[in-house]
């Protein structure tokens, strides 16, 4: 058997064979019922004819036979013709009567058993079939036989055959085309709730989970894989969550504690230590949120009609950014576009991956210099800053998560550029670093323009 | 002025309380939704500070109730989420500042003085930065408790930086608030009187220092250096 892997061409391998056996076996069926019939009216009419030649059967006083058949049926036995013979024998086999010249009788078996009995012989080359008859007269039987050489009718039959076959044979073939063709359009119909609810799955990801595969019109056969596979669905998204919900969870049960903390420290008399102390809870507090972030992230996918202002959102970050850049010595600057800058994202998302190209600079950029956000207005936005600048080796390994230069240094668990990395694939932007002249890192984000 | 805390962590609450005290404000605390529900319909409150993660309940069922109400009671969320989500729903449910969590004690100073002084609530008390002070009423500045002369529009430059103290004051805004609308506006007149204001403070001593972030605005904060 070959294997098929779609449903489809088995289907439809199985339908042709069916077909095509059908195609055969019915004309064979037809014939043998063509001649089963044929047989049936010779035979009958044999009979008859040997009820006639035995009407005209007479027994004579003196206990002869004569028989005197009329010229039209004597022209049918007749030699010339050779079609029909018959033959009229006694009960003790003796031929009373032939049409043959050699007056034999014509089936030599004589069944005494029965009335009627249908015979087959062979003539010489001829095939005879036909009808051997009983009669009582006068207290004595008689056999009337009555033969008709096949060779003639054979003929007739085939040609009704070969008439069938090129009369109604032909419906056969475009009968297979038709049904084939209904073939392919039921199993469309049917395949295409299956490829709805294929398209569909296409959609499902760790950030899409509430996505249900249609239960409509998907055909009953196959209504218990998709439930299924909803039912497990509905489970992994449950796990998800709890995940999600674990990770906010967590951030709630640290973030409080060390609201306390902090709140504390305020109190301490020595201000070096609450400094120092202060530095360390804010360090505690940035790697809390990132964490946040990127549990967020996770569960974030962007709507495709959301539009942001490049401009705006450089402003705000500048304007967040600028305090703390002040309080360590530093300084930042917004240059570029003055006009809006549309781009397709989520600006809460893109706030984030600028704030976070942002900080990175403010935390490396010696103190006295400027960090430089420049907006431009083909959607790309580049955070220049004065600090060592990123080597050539260490650029591919900057945004994979935890990755640090230094990792003695505390308060920096290495997450800001893999959050800004992973904003950058959602929006399908492209993040590129060089150095600069100079020797500060240049980092620019690409967005496309919104239409 | 009274205030009401609803937090359900004992020892934070404990904290915030004591300093707000120190800062002048009577609190009550509570520790749970439904208490803060009955407390806001019984006591007339100057601000709530709500956090958001509550034993028997979400904070937020609290704030709605309240809106609902159309109560103006100003509401400052303390939350440790932080998230785009729960920041947006907060806001959307009436709240009118959030703080995410660990804030430091000043912000949450600063945010509930910033509510306070909206429209319609008492004006808070005077500005201070410093050695250097601003009293909103008399709109006078003061170095070293010396009233000092300044332009009008020195003035009103002085006062919207000082609200904002330790925060960024758009250009724009500046432009906005000292020459209304009457239209032509050099433009670097903003920066002239930033550079005048910023040469009268030093000379007369204050110990601030106005900052220029380029292309965004100003920012005032007490001079560390001097």
Same mark, same amino acid.
């Given at each position: 058997?070959?294997?098929?892997?779609?449903?489809?061409?088995?289907?439809?391998?199985?339908?042709?064979?069916?077909?095509?056996?059908?195609?055969?076996?019915?004309?064979?069926?037809?014939?043998?019922?063509? *001649?089963?019939?044929?047989?049936?009216?010779?035979?009958?009419?044999?009979?008859?004819?040997?009820?006639?030649?035995?009407?005209?059967?007479?027994?004579?006083? =003196?206990?002869?036979?004569?028989?005197?058949?009329?010229?039209?049926?004597?022209?049918?036995?007749?030699?010339?013709?050779?079609?029909?013979?018959?033959?009229?024998?006694?009960?003790?086999?003796?031929?009373?009567?032939?049409?043959?010249?050699?007056?034999?009788?014509?089936?030599?078996?004589?069944?005494?058993?029965?009335?009627?009995?249908?015979?087959?012989?062979?003539?010489?080359?001829?095939?005879?079939?036909?009808?051997?008859?009983?009669?009582?007269?006068?207290?004595?039987?008689?056999?009337?036989?009555?033969?008709?050489?096949?060779?003639?009718?054979?003929?007739?039959?085939?040609?009704?055959?070969?008439?069938?076959?090129?009369?109604?044979?032909?419906?056969?073939?475009?009968?297979?085309?038709?049904?084939?063709?209904?073939?392919?359009?039921?199993?469309?119909?049917?395949?295409?709730?299956?490829?709805?609810?294929?398209?569909?799955?296409?959609?499902?990801?760790?950030?899409?989970?509430?996505?249900?595969?249609?239960?409509?019109?998907?055909?009953?056969?196959?209504?218990?894989?998709?439930?299924?596979?909803?039912?497990?669905?509905?489970?992994?998204?449950?796990?998800?969550?709890?995940?999600?919900?674990?990770?906010?969870?967590?951030?709630?049960?640290?973030?409080?504690?060390?609201?306390?903390?902090?709140?504390?420290?305020?109190?301490?008399?020595?201000?070096?230590?609450?400094?120092?102390?202060?530095?360390?809870?804010?360090?505690?507090?940035? #790697?809390?949120?990132?964490?946040?972030?990127?549990?967020?992230? !996770?569960?974030?996918?962007?709507?495709?009609? $959301? *539009?942001?202002?490049?401009?705006?959102?450089?402003?705000?970050?500048?304007?967040?950014?600028?305090?703390?850049?002040?309080?360590?010595?530093?300084?930042?600057?917004?240059?570029?576009?003055?006009?809006?800058?549309?781009?397709?994202?989520?600006? $809460?998302?893109?706030?984030?991956?600028?704030?976070?190209?942002?900080?990175?600079?403010?935390?490396?950029?010696?103190?006295?210099?400027?960090?430089?956000?420049?907006? !431009?207005?083909?959607?790309?936005?580049?955070?220049? =800053?004065?600090?060592?600048?990123? *080597?050539?080796? $260490?650029?591919?390994? #900057?945004?994979?998560?935890?990755?640090?230069?230094?990792?003695?240094?505390?308060?920096?668990?290495?997450?800001?550029?893999?959050?800004?990395?992973?904003?950058?694939?959602?929006?399908?932007?492209?993040?590129?670093?060089?150095?600069?002249?100079?020797?500060?890192?240049?980092?620019?984000?690409?967005?496309?323009?919104?239409? | 002025?009274?205030?009401?805390?609803?937090?359900?962590?004992?020892?934070?609450?404990?904290?915030?309380?004591?300093?707000?005290?120190?800062?002048?404000?009577?609190?009550?605390? %509570?520790?749970?939704?439904?208490?803060?529900?009955?407390?806001?319909?019984?006591?007339?409150?100057?601000?709530?500070?709500?956090? %958001?993660?509550?034993?028997?309940?979400?904070?937020?069922? @609290?704030?709605?109730?309240?809106?609902?109400?159309?109560?103006?009671?100003?509401?400052?969320?303390?939350?440790?989420?932080?998230?785009?989500?729960?920041?947006?729903?907060?806001?959307? /449910?009436?709240?009118?500042?959030?703080? @995410?969590?660990?804030?430091?004690?000043?912000? %949450?100073?600063?945010?509930?003085?910033?509510?306070?002084?909206?429209?319609?609530?008492?004006?808070?008390?005077?500005?201070?930065?410093?050695?250097?002070?601003?009293?909103?009423?008399?709109?006078?500045?003061?170095?070293?408790?010396?009233?000092?002369?300044? /332009?009008?529009?020195?003035?009103?430059?002085?006062? %919207?930086?000082?609200?904002?103290?330790?925060?960024?004051?758009?250009?724009?805004?500046?432009?906005?608030?000292?020459?209304?609308? /009457?239209?032509?506006?050099?433009?670097?007149?903003?920066?002239?009187?930033?550079?005048?204001?910023?040469?009268?403070? /030093?000379?007369?001593?204050?110990?601030?220092?106005?900052?220029?972030?380029?292309?965004?605005?100003?920012?005032?904060?007490?001079?560390?250096?001097?």
């Amino acid at each position: 058997m070959i294997s098929f892997r779609s449903i489809f061409s088995r289907i439809i391998f199985l339908h042709v064979i069916a077909l095509v056996i059908t195609a055969i076996f019915m004309p064979l069926v037809l014939y043998y019922f063509f *001649k089963w019939a044929a047989n049936d009216l010779h035979d009958q009419a044999m009979r008859e004819q040997a009820e006639l030649v035995a009407h005209y059967l007479v027994v004579r006083p =003196d206990g002869s036979w004569t028989l005197e058949l009329p010229p039209a049926l004597h022209d049918i036995y007749s030699q010339a013709v050779g079609r029909y013979a018959y033959a009229v024998l006694d009960d003790s086999g003796r031929v009373l009567f032939s049409s043959l010249k050699d007056r034999s009788p014509i089936f030599s078996a004589d069944p005494r058993s029965s009335d009627v009995a249908y015979l087959e012989t062979r003539r010489g080359n001829a095939a005879v079939s036909g009808v051997s008859l009983v009669k009582e007269m006068d207290g004595r039987s008689v056999w009337v036989q009555v033969g008709e050489d096949l060779a003639h009718r054979d003929v007739i039959i085939d040609d009704i055959v070969a008439d069938f076959f090129k009369r109604v044979g032909w419906i056969t073939l475009p009968m297979l085309l038709f049904l084939l063709a209904i073939d392919i359009v039921i199993f469309r119909r049917a395949l295409r709730p299956l490829l709805n609810a294929s398209e569909m799955a296409k959609k499902i990801n760790p950030n899409r989970t509430d996505v249900r595969l249609p239960p409509e019109e998907i055909p009953k056969e196959i209504l218990p894989l998709v439930q299924a596979v909803n039912q497990a669905l509905d489970r992994l998204e449950a796990g998800f969550r709890m995940q999600r919900e674990f990770t906010a969870d967590a951030a709630h049960e640290l973030r409080t504690p060390l609201t306390i903390l902090r709140s504390r420290v305020d109190t301490l008399a020595d201000r070096g230590v609450s400094k120092a102390l202060h530095q360390d809870i804010e360090g505690m507090a940035r #790697i809390i949120s990132q964490l946040l972030d990127i549990a967020e992230l !996770e569960s974030f996918s962007i709507d495709p009609h $959301e *539009k942001a202002d490049l401009r705006t959102i450089c402003a705000e970050v500048a304007e967040f950014a600028a305090p703390l850049a002040l309080a360590k010595g530093k300084n930042i600057a917004l240059s570029g576009s003055d006009a809006p800058v549309w781009v397709n994202g989520n600006p $809460e998302m893109l706030s984030r991956a600028i704030r976070n190209l942002v900080e990175n600079a403010i935390n490396y950029a010696p103190p006295g210099t400027t960090v430089e956000i420049v907006v !431009e207005g083909s959607g790309m936005v580049r955070v220049l =800053d004065e600090g060592p600048g990123i *080597k050539e080796e $260490e650029r591919a390994l #900057i945004f994979q998560r935890f990755w640090r230069r230094d990792r003695r240094r505390t308060g920096n668990a290495g997450l800001g550029l893999s959050i800004v990395q992973r904003i950058a694939d959602t929006h399908a932007a492209t993040i590129s670093v060089e150095n600069r002249p100079t020797g500060g890192a240049n980092f620019s984000l690409s967005f496309a323009r919104a239409g | 002025m009274r205030l009401l805390l609803v937090e359900d962590n004992e020892e934070l609450a404990q904290l915030l309380t004591q300093r707000l005290q120190a800062a002048g404000y009577e609190t009550d605390v %509570l520790t749970t939704a439904a208490e803060a529900q009955t407390a806001v319909t019984t006591t007339r409150y100057a601000a709530m500070v709500l956090d %958001l993660g509550l034993p028997d309940g979400d904070g937020l069922s @609290v704030l709605r109730e309240i809106r609902r109400r159309e109560d103006p009671l100003p509401v400052l969320v303390l939350t440790a989420r932080g998230g785009l989500q729960d920041r947006v729903s907060g806001l959307r /449910s009436g709240a009118d500042d959030y703080l @995410v969590k660990p804030f430091a004690f000043e912000e %949450l100073l600063a945010r509930l003085e910033a509510l306070l002084r909206r429209p319609g609530q008492l004006l808070g008390r005077s500005l201070q930065i410093a050695n250097l002070a601003f009293d909103t009423e008399s709109r006078q500045a003061f170095i070293d408790d010396k009233p000092q002369v300044l /332009s009008a529009r020195e003035t009103a430059v002085l006062e %919207l930086l000082m609200r904002r103290k330790d925060r960024v004051v758009s250009k724009k805004l500046v432009e906005d608030h000292i020459f209304g609308l /009457s239209g032509d506006v050099a433009s670097n007149a903003v920066e002239v009187y930033i550079h005048r204001l910023r040469k009268q403070l /030093s000379e007369r001593g204050a110990k601030v220092q106005i900052h220029t972030i380029r292309g965004v605005g100003y920012l005032i904060s007490e001079d560390k250096a001097a």
